[in-house]
């Protein structure tokens, strides 16, 4: 079984194709839940033996409600405690019977050439018995690659899932260039692709620039404070509808975090946007003539690059773009024997 898996510094996603799971990135100690008899097992109350000893964690939403989780925003995702138990669960949802799992990873562009091989030699060594959902679970990969990370979502909207060809021939047809830009919650990567005389990546203008949902939400937590006197940490899904919505129910009232919210989610994009530009060059940015956009915090970008750019793409399930990606890379290698 071919996986996607990306372990993204807000959310982790992972695909087969058939099924999709999103769970928040929190990992938190455990603890006994009273009435979890009446109620019946936390989805994401995880047991792990390891080699190296065995260990209950919650996971994901159960980890926000119930544990002092945060956000890890660890550069090093190899030497990050957390690593562990958010691979096992994602891997653990999908094991079946013994199944082969080759899985497919990305990371940033600036972290890629320098952490690549460490990450893939530490999520290889990661194994265990996995007790999730009620099932228990031997947990293994036997394969893993790492690809930059926006890469994965530029497969994702270039190629038909069905057919692993191109979904639309005529962005290739005229030449220039395809860029993607991903904005994730700590960083937003960006690639480039030349379409002729074939579809290539452009090593030199891509990267990935750390700014993302993050950096937002920190602005946003200032307003919130300033509106009710009160900072929930940045890890409460609250702050995921202040960005979707602009005001969110707390404290008997509505809040509201307009107008600043529209004016952060401005400066942020083009601060994001303008990075990319210093980084492509003007006969770089001449050439591009279609952008895509990708990530949970794809809005943030989105009106700065329509005002640049004659077509701007946001990419089909946005936030799910990497892994998608990651799982139809990981297909064409298998079917390319390599």
Do not use: C
């Not at 013994?98 to 460490?118: F, K, M, S, W």
């Not at 960083?187 to 620039?209: A, C, I, K, W, Y």
């Amino acid at each position: 079984m071919v996986i996607g898996v990306d372990l993204g510094y807000g959310w982790v996603k992972a695909t087969n194709g058939e099924r999709s799971n999103r769970f928040p990135a929190l990992v938190g100690e455990a603890h006994e839940l009273l009435l979890s008899d009446l109620f019946g097992v936390p989805e994401y109350d995880v047991h792990i033996d390891t080699p190296f000893g065995s260990r209950r964690v919650f996971v994901g939403e159960l980890a926000r409600q119930e544990s002092q989780a945060a956000w890890n925003l660890a550069t090093k995702k190899f030497e990050d405690t957390d690593t562990e138990a958010l691979w096992l669960t994602a891997l653990a949802l999908f094991a079946r019977d013994g199944e082969p799992l080759d899985v497919v990873t990305g990371l940033p562009l600036a972290h890629y050439e320098a952490q690549r091989a460490a990450l893939r030699e530490r999520l290889l060594s990661l194994r265990g018995r996995v007790t999730i959902q009620g099932r228990i679970v031997e947990v293994e990969a036997r394969s893993v690659r790492v690809i930059p990370q926006a890469m994965g979502a530029m497969i994702a909207s270039l190629l038909d899932p069905a057919t692993l060809e191109l979904r639309n021939p005529a962005w290739t047809e005229h030449g220039g260039y395809l860029l993607l830009v991903d904005v994730g919650t700590r960083t937003t990567g960006f690639v480039t692709f030349e379409t002729q005389p074939e579809l290539r990546l452009m090593n030199r203008l891509s990267d990935s620039v750390d700014v993302g949902v993050h950096d937002l939400y920190v602005a946003l937590a200032s307003v919130f404070r300033q509106r009710t006197g009160e900072t929930p940490p940045l890890s409460d899904g609250l702050y995921d509808e202040l960005y979707a919505r602009g005001e969110v129910f707390y404290g008997g009232h509505t809040v509201s975090v307009e107008p600043e919210r529209s004016r952060h989610i401005e400066r942020m994009g083009g601060l994001i946007v303008r990075r990319i530009q210093e980084h492509l060059g003007a006969e770089a940015l001449k050439r591009v003539h279609t952008v895509f956009v990708a990530g949970g915090g794809y809005r943030i970008v989105q009106t700065t690059l329509q005002r640049m750019f004659p077509r701007v793409v946001v990419v089909p399930n946005p936030q799910m773009a990497n892994a998608e990606g990651y799982r139809l890379y990981g297909l064409t290698r298998a079917e390319s024997g390599r």
